[in-house]
């Protein structure tokens, strides 16, 4: 494989015919300070609005710049992580489009992670938001925080520079909804977080709505809350103590001349809801077996690569 640039930057797109101009141009500029050598991957997640055309004027005008255009949009989870694992770099950076991700942040990234870092991740100080919006990043992270299988890192969006070493291995984990984020944290390789004023968008609309983030955090959810499977199991036990206690409680009542037949029927009832949800949480516990053997979907299926040297083709 054709040696790799020291920094690859990459950048997913929908829709940023307004911004991918500019974008490219802030990071080719902020790279090219700070490193001997990089790249820039824009990958499209099946833009209508001329995004396209403007990535092969951009791979056109500089061979630095490389694009892959996916035959759908696959996401906001799926795409970008694609991405990722195209790049060439001995450093990867992920990155927004609308420059809430500052290309400015590129050399700080470099420099942690020259200095032995190998995830590098800008946590978000403020950002203005809704209310209600702030309220519920706040109460997800605390869930996840509580049911999450590792811990995730509040305010990080996923953006910020993985060493080559971290990208490879993420890449051979085979993910079908690869929560990045997460998965960073997971691998255990040495984190810095860098903190940061997230600026508001520079033109266009955010096409993350309410459905788009409720989808993506019920994705992130399943994917790195895996103990909320087991969740059915730990109810029934609390259900059967209930309907042990209901019993005991029958049983005094019918000899205190009260209604142990009532309660009798609400402790079987209630033995057969902590049965019922016993055998729910074995099932859960055999499906997330069956989804840790048998992954093999692909991220993305790409319509077009652009710019990519011929021994790095689309797989």
């Known amino acids: 494989m054709t040696q790799g640039p020291e920094l690859?930057?990459?950048?997913?797109?929908?829709?940023?015919?307004?911004?991918?101009?500019?974008?490219?141009?802030?990071?080719?500029?902020?790279a090219a300070a700070c490193t001997a050598s990089h790249e820039i991957i824009l990958i499209d997640n099946d833009s209508t609005d001329g995004t396209r055309d403007i990535m092969r004027d951009l791979c056109a005008a500089d061979p630095r710049v490389r694009a892959i255009l996916n035959n759908r949009n696959y996401g906001q989870m799926r795409s970008p992580t694609?991405?990722?694992?195209?790049?060439?770099?001995?450093?990867?950076?992920?990155m927004c489009a609308d420059f809430q991700d500052p290309p400015a942040m590129i050399a700080v990234f470099v420099a942690q992670w020259r200095a032995?870092?190998?995830?590098?991740?800008?946590?978000?100080r403020t950002e203005r938001t809704s209310f209600l919006l702030g309220l519920a990043r706040?109460?997800?992270?605390?869930?996840?925080?509580?049911?999450?299988?590792?811990?995730?890192?509040p305010g990080a969006t996923g953006f910020g520079l993985f060493d080559r070493k971290v990208v490879d291995t993420l890449a051979r984990w085979n993910e079908p909804e690869p929560f990045f984020r997460?998965?960073?944290?997971?691998?255990?390789?040495?984190l810095a977080i860098v903190p940061f004023d997230r600026p508001e968008r520079a033109a266009g609309e955010s096409k993350n709505d309410f459905a788009a983030l409720f989808s993506f955090a019920l994705s992130g959810l399943a994917g790195s809350a895996k103990s909320l499977l087991r969740l059915p199991?730990?109810?029934?036990?609390?259900?059967?103590?209930?309907?042990?206690?209901?019993?005991l409680a029958a049983f005094i009542a019918a000899?205190?001349?009260?209604?142990g037949l009532g309660l009798l029927a609400a402790s079987v009832v209630t033995g057969m809801f902590a049965i019922l949800l016993l055998f729910l949480g074995l099932i859960g516990e055999q499906v997330r077996l069956i989804s840790e053997r048998t992954r093999g979907t692909p991220l993305v299926i790409e319509a077009e690569r652009?710019?990519?040297p011929a021994d790095r083709a689309a797989p």
């Not at 000899?255 to 209604?259: M, S, T, V």
């Open 233 to 247: 199991v730990i109810l029934s036990f609390w259900a059967g103590g209930a309907a042990f206690a209901l019993v």
């Open 306 to 308: 652009i710019n990519f």
């Open 82 to 94: 694609y991405g990722i694992y195209q790049a060439n770099g001995a450093a990867v950076i992920g």
């Open 182 to 190: 997460a998965m960073l944290v997971e691998s255990g390789f040495r």
């Open 8 to 30: 690859s930057i990459v950048i997913p797109c929908f829709n940023e015919a307004e911004n991918v101009r500019n974008i490219v141009a802030a990071v080719s500029a902020a």
């Open 116 to 124: 032995g870092a190998q995830i590098v991740l800008a946590q978000r």
């Open 255 to 259: 000899l205190l001349g009260g209604p």
């Open 138 to 153: 706040k109460h997800g992270y605390r869930f996840l925080a509580r049911f999450g299988d590792t811990p995730v890192v």
